[in-house]
T-cell receptor, first 113, second 117 residues
């Protein structure tokens, strides 16, 4: 299975941009890069996903390296509500028409007021 | 849209008892997933369904675990008999199908926290 590597934890000051890195050097051509976050006592929440091009939505931006071996989730202006564990995941094809979504340990983001 | 609905939110039971967790996916989503989360192992995929049919159950830990999806709006995860090591938070998620499953986000419920004493 294609795997991802993320820092265990990061800190950011409130109202500043945050760049959360993810390495996925064994990504294959059909793997989508997904980001989810998990707030305390809640289920994971979808943030954004992409294949090759950079993506923007109301929550965040996703910057994907040209070789697709790494990506960065960008929160443009961190708020206290953004404190969560952020998971970078590859939606990997596992044969017979099935796609796995395997979660790693994620990055715990702390936002400092 | 109410999102993915799981019940109960909390379940405490004694070892050896049967436990049934329930999930209502988002209407119109073709895929349903059951995950388990513990501090030691993180989020693990247990099983997932496509159009009510189990596709991959390789993550189900052992025969004590079973999952069903009798219709498009309901799924259960059953543990019989339960053991203390089954204590975890169990999440249900559903997904639409957008030009391929890899291109489709997962929508999670808020989970059921199971404690087996």
């Amino acid at each position: 299975d294609a795997k991802t590597t993320q820092p265990n934890s990061m800190e950011s000051n409130e109202e500043e941009p945050v760049h959360l890195p993810c390495n996925h050097s064994t990504i294959s051509g059909t793997d989508y890069i997904h980001w989810y976050r998990q707030l305390p006592s809640q289920g994971p929440e979808y943030v954004i996903h992409g294949l090759t091009s950079n993506v923007n939505n109301r929550m965040a931006s996703l910057a994907i390296a040209e070789d697709r071996k790494s990506s960065t989730l960008i929160l443009h202006r961190a708020t206290l509500r953004d404190a969560a564990v952020y998971y970078c995941i590859l939606r990997a094809y596992s044969g017979a028409g099935s796609y796995q979504l395997t979660f790693g340990k994620g990055t715990k983001l702390s936002v400092i007021p | 849209d109410a999102g993915v609905i799981q019940s109960p939110r909390h379940e405490v039971t004694e070892m050896g008892q049967e436990v049934t967790l329930r999930c209502k996916p988002i209407s119109g989503h073709d895929y349903l997933f059951w995950y388990r989360q513990t501090m030691m192992r993180g989020l693990e995929l247990l099983i997932y369904f496509n159009n009510n049919v189990p596709i991959d159950d390789s993550g189900m830990p052992e025969d004590r675990f079973s999952a069903k999806m009798p219709n498009a709006s309901f799924s259960t995860l059953k543990i019989q008999p339960s053991e203390p090591r089954d204590s975890a938070v169990y999440f249900c998620a559903s997904s639409p199908y957008w030009t391929g499953l890899g291109n489709s986000p997962l929508h999670f419920g808020n989970g059921t926290r199971l404690t087996v004493t």
